[in-house]
């Protein structure tokens, strides 16, 4: 059975900074690219950082410079580090695993407010 629990999610006051993480189980981690997404109150679901099984990245243009996306697969883990969280971030993230089959997350509520 594959899971993805993503947890990091809360509060925080503009500017601030989250780390997001994202065990996955039940799937060979290392051979699947691992995204980011999240969507917000009436938007749809978006990508907003991808890693590729070579560790190659990509970004949503509006998160460059302020998020970073790493894999470790030892630990079968995904992270989103998110620097200079403006109000605009707010939104549920979501954990996704690509090899051909897709996989979710149940998501992570980030709430960037003062």
């Known amino acids: 059975q594959v899971q993805l629990v993503e947890s990091g999610g809360g509060l925080v006051q503009p500017g601030g900074s989250l780390r997001l993480s994202c065990a996955a189980s039940g799937i060979m981690f290392r051979l699947y690219a691992m995204g980011w997404y999240r969507q917000a109150p009436g938007n749809p679901r978006e990508l907003v950082a991808l890693?590729?099984?070579?560790?190659?990245?990509q970004y949503v243009d509006s998160v460059k410079d302020r998020f970073t996306i790493t894999r470790d697969n030892a630990e079968n883990t995904v992270y989103l580090q998110m620097n200079s969280l403006k109000p605009e971030d707010t939104a549920v993230y979501y954990c996704?695993?690509?090899?051909?089959?897709?996989?979710w997350g149940q998501g992570t509520q980030v709430t960037v407010s003062s």
């Open positions: 890693i590729n099984v070579d560790s190659t990245t």
């Open positions: 996704r695993a690509q090899r051909g089959a897709v996989y």
